[in-house]
């Protein structure tokens, strides 16, 4: 069955830094990834994904992704930190070979983004 | 386009009661899903529906949970009895395409129920 591991609980980063939250996978057959936020008291909101092609996806709010089959990864990624971004991200895998195409989520990383 | 409708947004409830939650996913869209989201965790799914029909309930607890879609739209999800371990938010999603190609579809979620059972 398919996993997601994000390592930290919390990443801090200060405002105009690029900030990076990490995301490792395990699947059988070919990932379909994905990267979600959630800010408080609202539901998940879509970020970006991968299926396919180029290793680096571009998403909303100039957040990006880099897949890394070698390492297992799909940390996601952006090169200035806004304050506006500190909310909870989850990364969330599907597996080709798993039937139904569950969507597995990660335990979430909280990014706090400090002025 | 309008996004998921769910509600209510929080109900307080005593365990052994019973509880209902509502969803109104994207017009259009085939696949629904309920999912538990335990706070400091991140979403686990409960139940797939694929219209009206049950796609995965593996992971509903079948003898307090049920859900249903009966006119393959909107969906209800019930718990009865409560439990304590059942306080959590309640999330609905869906995404338009199904079979084999949700696999690479955008899941599309609500702003979700939050309960407390006390």
């Known amino acids: 069955a398919q996993s997601v591991a994000q390592p930290e609980d919390q990443v801090n980063v200060a405002e105009g830094n690029p900030l990076t939250v990490k995301c490792t996978y395990s699947?059988?057959?070919?990932?379909?990834l994905f990267w979600y936020v959630q800010y408080p008291n609202r539901g998940l909101q879509f970020l970006l994904k991968?299926?396919?092609?180029?290793?680096l996806v571009k998403g909303s709010y100039g957040f990006e992704a880099e897949f890394n089959k070698s390492q297992t990864s799909f940390h996601l990624k952006k090169p200035s930190a806004l304050v506006s971004d500190s909310a909870l991200y989850f990364c969330?895998?599907?597996?080709?070979?798993?039937?139904?195409?569950?969507?597995?989520f990660g335990a979430g990383t909280i990014l706090r983004v400090k002025s | 386009e309008a996004g998921v409708a769910q509600s209510p947004r929080y109900k307080i409830i005593e365990k052994r009661q019973s509880v209902a939650f509502w969803c109104n996913p994207i017009?259009?869209?085939?696949?629904l899903y309920w999912y538990q989201q335990i706070l400091g965790q991140g979403p686990k799914l409960l139940i797939q529906f694929q219209n009206n029909g049950v796609v995965d309930d593996s992971q509903l607890p079948k003898d307090r949970f049920s859900a249903e879609r009966l006119k393959g739209v909107d969906s209800t999800l019930k718990i009865q009895p409560a439990k304590l371990e059942d306080s959590a938010v309640y999330l609905c999603a869906s995404n338009e395409q199904m079979g084999s190609r949700v696999a690479t579809d955008t899941q599309y979620f609500g702003p979700g129920t939050r309960l407390t059972v006390l």
């Open positions: 699947v059988s057959g070919n990932p379909y």
């Open positions: 991968y299926i396919t092609g180029d290793n």
């Open positions: 017009s259009g869209h085939a696949t």
């Open positions: 969330a895998v599907r597996d080709s070979m798993e039937y139904g195409n569950k969507l597995v």
